[in-house]
């Protein structure tokens, strides 16, 4: 049988390939060597709050600093100034490390006259 030579079409898959996972193997042997082991570190940030309807939607997102994944994240949020106080909550199935989550709450009161206090409530580890 006759040995076919490749072309340079042929090489150049094969070698723009071969970078591609050698590259992707250095970069998880680095992030595996450099990496810490630290819990979920969360934070909560309320956006402005938009009214559909008769409610306000408000928008928030969850961040994760820390290097494990959250898992059941809890987030209550309470609005002052209003009469009455309300409270809402949402749960975030995971936040992954390194990420952020985004969710919307609903108030009857206009959020704008009054103030909003947003807390992480907690979490579980997968």
Known sequence: MKNLEKNWLEWSVFGISALLVLGM???LVYNGATSTSSPPLLSV???QGEQHGAQYLV???????????????????T???????EVSSVQLN?????????????FHSDPHSGSIEARIEGFAQP
Not at 79 to 85: E, F, K, N, R, V
Not at 95 to 104: D, F, K, L, N
């Open 25 to 27: 193997l250095g970069y």
């Open 94 to 106: 995971y936040v992954p490390r390194g990420s952020q989550r985004q969710a919307w709450v609903t």
């Open 59 to 77: 928008p928030i997102t969850v961040s994760n600093a820390g290097s494990q994944t959250a898992e059941a994240v809890q987030v209550t949020l």
């Open 45 to 47: 940030s309320v956006g």
């Open 79 to 85: 609005l002052t100034g209003t009469q009455p106080s």
